[in-house]
């Protein structure tokens, strides 16, 4: 019974992890809702792309006095703002981003307007967005199940590192290994294939994606070595366990990847 209870405790720490995680992370849809006329408006802001296609705004808007326009530009570049008007369509506003290559980040604002008032859908600061190429499900599902299965194992652990009357070793040993598998060997394939880099942590670059996941593959593998012959070593399994939860709680994709516009030859445009 005791077990049974540890193994739901952990799912449930798994689970809320993971969903902070998604749902604080840069990547993750802004979604709002605004009134305009007397006409409530919904809309989500995708602030993550694929590069195979322009990002196609649209936005219900049945009011038909109600018009926008979207302005645009390359992140952190000193590009002009660009200004494009939705187009209606029916009882929705539609308009288009221009693809960017692997790793670029474009600003960009969604402003409605009627007679009487106009308004920013994402208020003063622009959503940013970044374009990633397709990445295969054979790879990004292996990852995201991987990981998710080493976060469990590694909070079974650190449960187990606490009851005197269990030994971690085992599950220690799991969430090494799924931890080494998920974020050393299917995570830079899945970066490989989203941005054209397989590593961009530490020595090469400081992507924290990257950095956080050797931090923590460190901190286990260091859990495991302490445990050799089969000892517990509860203190530092449950701190192997402590860091792999902080480092879940780090939003995904923060400080990730990122193109650098300046350093094109020749500085890329936007498409016209």
Do not use: C
Request: net charge positive; glycine share 6%.
């Amino acid at each position: 019974m005791k077990k049974t209870a540890f193994w739901i405790i952990a799912v449930l720490i798994t689970f809320s992890s993971a969903l902070y995680q998604r749902l604080t992370g840069p990547t993750y849809p802004i979604k709002g809702k605004t009134m305009i006329d007397d006409s409530e408006i919904a809309y989500e802001l995708e602030r993550s792309h694929e590069t195979i296609k322009d990002y196609e705004i649209t936005i219900e808007v049945d009011n038909q006095e109600i018009t926008g326009n979207l302005i645009y530009k390359r992140h952190k570049t000193d590009d002009p703002w660009t200004k494009v008007p939705f187009i209606r369509k029916v009882d929705s506003l539609v308009a288009s981003l221009p693809k960017q290559p692997a790793a670029g980040k474009m600003e960009y604002k969604v402003i409605l307007a009627s007679q009487e008032k106009e308004i920013s859908l994402s208020g003063e600061d622009p959503v940013i967005i970044r374009f990633k190429r397709p990445v295969p499900s054979a790879v990004l599902i292996p990852h995201v199940i991987i990981m998710f299965l080493a976060m469990l194992f590694s909070t079974r652990a650190g449960i187990a590192a606490l009851d005197s009357k269990s030994n971690p070793r085992k599950f220690a040993l799991w969430a090494a290994g799924l931890l080494i598998v998920g974020g050393l060997i299917f995570g830079p394939v899945v970066q490989k294939y989203a941005f054209g880099e397989l590593w961009t942590g530490f020595p090469v670059s400081s992507d924290l994606t990257d950095n956080k996941t050797l931090i923590a593959v460190i901190g286990w593998i260091a859990a495991v070595i302490a445990g050799r012959g089969g000892k517990p070593a509860r203190w530092w399994v449950l701190g192997a366990s402590i860091l792999l939860l902080v480092v879940y709680l780090i939003p995904h994709s923060l400080l990730g990847s990122e193109l650098d516009y300046s350093k094109m030859n020749p500085p890329s445009t936007l498409p016209k």
